[in-house]
C-alpha cells in the first residue's frame, strides 16, 4: 500500500481480555516504530523493530504488553488482560533507514477498555 | 536512555505573529532531531528536520536551529496562520535508532 495501515481502527474491549492489534508498515521500510498516545497527551515509545537487530522493547510499560514482527513486513501488538488504563491510540510509524530518515505514521488503533 | 523535554506546553499568538518552541535533549549521541505536527484526530507528520553536522535549516516560514553543544534545538514559525495551529512534537534519535518524542506544544493561533 501506499502508506502505514493499522488495523482495526478502532477496537472496545471489556477489562481482562487480551487484544492484538496489526501494523502493516511501507513496503522497504526496515524500521518500525509502536507508541501510545494517550487522550490530550504525548507519544509514548513502546517499542522499535529495526530489520533482523534484536528488537528495543525499553517501551513496553509492563509484562502484559508484547509486539512481534516478522522480517520486514507486519507487526503485532499484544495487550494481554486488558486494564482501563491501556485506553489510549496506538500509532505505527516506519521509516526507511531507523532513526535517520522521516517515519511515517499509519492512523492509528483506537482502544477503548470497558 | 534518551530523555527529551519541551517548552512550552502551550503556545498563544496573534495570526502574522512568530512562534517558538524549544526542546533539549540529554544523550549527546543523538544526530538527528525531526518535527512532527499533528492536527487535531490525525497522525503526526513531519514537518522538518534537522541533522548534527549543520546548525540551522529553513523551509518556507518554518526553521529549525540546533546547538549541540548546548543540546538543544528549537523550531521557529514565522507569519502564523490559523492552520498553524496543531500540537508540534520535537524528537531525538540516539545513535539513529529508536525515535524518543518530547512532551508536544499545543500551539493556537487567533485570526
Known amino acids: 500500500g501506499a502508506g502505514v495501515s493499522q488495523s482495526p481502527s478502532n477496537k472496545v474491549t471489556e477489562k481482562g481480555k487480551d487484544v492484538e492489534l496489526r501494523c502493516d508498515p511501507i513496503?522497504?521500510?526496515?524500521?518500525l516504530y509502536w507508541y501510545r498516545q494517550r487522550l490530550g497527551q504525548g507519544l509514548e515509545f513502546l517499542i522499535y523493530?529495526?530489520?533482523?537487530?534484536?528488537?528495543?522493547k525499553s517501551g513496553l510499560p509492563s509484562d502484559r504488553f508484547s509486539a512481534e514482527r516478522t522480517g520486514e513486513s507486519v507487526s503485532t501488538l499484544t495487550i494481554q488482560r486488558t486494564q482501563q488504563e491501556d485506553s489510549a491510540v496506538y500509532l505505527c510509524?516506519?521509516?526507511?533507514?531507523?532513526?535517520?530518515?522521516?517515519?511515517?505514521f499509519g492512523q492509528g488503533t483506537r482502544l477503548t477498555v470497558v | 536512555g534518551e530523555n527529551v523535554e519541551q517548552h512550552p506546553s502551550t503556545l498563544s499568538v496573534q495570526e502574522g505573529d512568530s512562534a517558538v518552541i524549544k526542546c533539549t535533549y540529554s544523550?549527546?549521541?543523538?544526530?538527528?532531531f525531526p518535527w512532527y505536527k499533528q492536527e487535531l484526530g490525525k497522525r503526526p507528520q513531519l514537518i522538518i528536520d534537522?541533522?548534527?553536522?549543520?546548525g540551522e535549516k529553513k523551509d518556507q516560514r518554518i526553521a529549525v536551529t540546533l546547538n549541540k553543544t548546548a543540546k538543544h534545538f528549537s523550531l521557529h514559525i514565522t507569519e502564523t496562520q490559523p492552520e498553524d495551529s496543531a500540537v508540534y512534537f520535537c524528537?531525538?534519535?540516539?545513535?539513529?535508532?529508536?525515535?524518543?518524542f518530547g512532551t508536544g506544544t499545543r500551539l493556537l493561533v487567533s485570526p
Open positions: 510509524a516506519s521509516s526507511l533507514g531507523g532513526g535517520r530518515t522521516e517515519a511515517f
Open positions: 513496503s522497504g521500510h526496515t524500521a
Open positions: 523493530f529495526q530489520g533482523n537487530s534484536a528488537p528495543d
Open positions: 544523550d549527546s549521541a543523538s544526530n538527528y
Open positions: 534537522i541533522r548534527s553536522n549543520v
Open positions: 524528537a531525538a534519535t540516539p545513535g539513529f535508532q529508536k525515535l524518543v
